[in-house]
């Protein structure tokens, strides 16, 4: 609506009196006043609203006001009939908008912990807008619904075969968007689920070996599976019903795969197999994107129109350091080479970071903030003791978890960190938005040994299940429910670390 503003013009200029509006010495029409009222922002209204009472009902035109609210990025799916005074609506989205940041900082709302003590150890965990899917070593897939605090969501059912009697194989991996839930098992089996059909699978296909990555398309149907020397990518046809796509033969095990987003015609998969990153297309089966030997690829993630990928040196590059390497995916050219690091690049975050920008995680403990324009780190935020495990970032924070179990969420500008929270295992998924953010705490034992001599299932200790955490900064709720458990007390003061935790030592209710 925002590109035919002219519409506006003649579809309220009819609801004002005025039909002509004083500009010094001339007199202009209502809609042409409005044309250039257009151009003005919040503050230059306030003021042109203090000349007199024609321009003041010129510059508190619904029209306007509409479009500044739509500019800054809030209520972009309604209509100008939705509200009756777009001033009040954006003046209440800034409003909600800062006390959403206060939260943030100061940790205040509401968290709750995702358990599923049936599940056994956790295994997998990926989120979708507030939707949860995680994946156990009994063989059980289970979702969550974080916006509505539903915890009682469905077990998604696997597909059952003649030879199901004994027990499932564990869930290598689970993704999720905004319509399809998808799993993979130890087995090599790969189950799909629509999130509007019911618990049962829709589609379900086989692969002769352990499957060593899984990727899902941010929107749309579209699976990609690794598995050996073998990638394959599925779809739904025309009529609805699943076949393969396209089956790739590469000549090394694939570690990294994901899936082009906003490609909807032919898919494009990128597979980072040891030290060969290939760009996997209908047209072009099997393109190297990049290739250099003895560079093994420690981390992938990819946008609309770009691919980046951290590289480790060593043997006789000794001297030079690892760094993060951003391909163009029209030209397969290499556009940049940043960092300079010793430590191993662990994770990257490109696709939902801001425009232009690039976050990482390394071995080295540190967090580092690229502009694609430049080849330095903007930022870098000494963070984790062993190493930054995920990591996302938007305008102004950044959230991190490490090895050690520690998330941390981070003031970018400022680079000091807000607050923390540990929890015993390597967080391996880290999800946020303006309002939620979610954190997986995953073990790397999934059959440990020695938890209890006296529980036949020895992996039934919640210390060694693992963990899921949701955050809800929107919801305003006293201190001493808002946060964790860690130390709770009666008394009133607080002392201590102002994290909304009472400290009254000795009578801590822990």
């Keep these: 609506m925002l590109n035919k503003p002219n519409e506006f013009f003649l579809l309220l200029s009819f609801q004002n009196e005025i039909n002509e509006v004083p500009f010094f010495d001339v007199q202009l029409p209502y809609e042409l006043a409005l044309k250039i009222f257009q151009y003005l922002g919040k503050a230059e209204l306030g003021r042109c609203a203090q000349v007199s009472r024609t321009w003041k009902i010129l510059a508190e035109d619904e029209v306007l006001w509409y479009r500044l609210c739509q500019q800054e990025g809030y209520l972009l799916d309604t209509s100008i009939s939705d509200h009756s005074c777009w001033k009040v609506a954006l003046r209440s989205c800034r409003a909600r908008e800062r006390t959403l940041k206060t939260n943030w900082k100061n940790r205040i709302g509401a968290v709750s912990q995702l358990q599923y003590e049936l599940g056994k150890i956790l295994c997998d965990v990926h989120s979708c807008e507030g939707v949860v899917i995680a994946g156990y070593t009994s063989g059980e897939v289970r979702l969550w619904d974080t916006r509505t605090w539903d915890y009682t969501a469905p077990i998604l059912e696997p597909m059952h075969g003649p030879d199901d009697a004994g027990p499932r194989p564990h869930v290598s ?269 995953i073990p790397d034992e999934r059959s440990p040994r020695g938890s209890s001599i006296l529980d036949d299932d020895l992996s039934a200790c919640r210390k060694y299940r693992g963990i899921i955490y949701a955050y809800e900064f929107s919801v305003e709720q006293l201190a001493v429910e808002s946060v964790l458990p860690i130390c709770r007390s009666s008394y009133d003061e607080v002392t201590g670390y102002n994290y909304n935790i009472g400290l009254a030592v000795p009578y801590d209710n822990v």
């Design 173 to 441: 991996f689970v993704r999720i968007n905004s319509s399809l839930a998808v799993a993979a098992y130890e087995d090599g089996t790969v189950s799909v689920w629509n999130l509007m059909f019911g618990r049962e699978p829709i589609h379900h296909y086989q692969h002769n070996q352990r499957i060593q990555a899984l990727a899902l398309a941010s929107e749309g149907a579209t699976v990609a599976t690794a598995s050996g020397f073998e990638v394959k990518v599925e779809s739904p046809d025309d009529r609805g019903f699943w076949q393969t796509t396209e089956t790739f033969e590469i000549q090394k095990l694939v570690n990294f795969l994901h899936l082009v987003p906003d490609v909807m015609e032919c898919p494009v998969t990128i597979a980072a197999a040891e030290d060969v990153v290939y760009l996997l297309k209908a047209e072009a089966p099997g393109k190297i994107l990049h290739s250099v030997y003895g560079q093994p690829v420690t981390c992938l993630d990819v946008s609309t129109r770009e691919a980046a990928f951290g590289v480790r040196n060593f043997g006789w590059l000794l001297n030079e350091p690892n760094q993060i390497l951003l391909y163009n995916l029209e030209t397969s050219q290499c556009l940049r080479k940043m960092g300079n690091s010793i430590g191993d690049f662990t994770c990257i975050n490109l696709q939902t970071s801001p425009a232009n920008m690039l976050v990482t995680g390394n071995k080295d403990r540190r967090i580092r903030v690229f502009d694609l324009r430049k080849s330095e780190a903007v930022c870098s935020l000494y963070a984790h003791q062993l190493g930054v495990s995920a990591v996302q970032m938007d305008d102004w924070k950044i959230v991190s978890g490490g090895e050690e179990g520690l998330v941390c969420v981070w003031d970018q500008r400022m680079g000091t960190k807000l607050w923390e929270m540990h929890a015993r295992h390597p967080v391996r998924h880290v999800w946020f938005n303006s309002h939620s953010l979610i954190t997986a705490n």
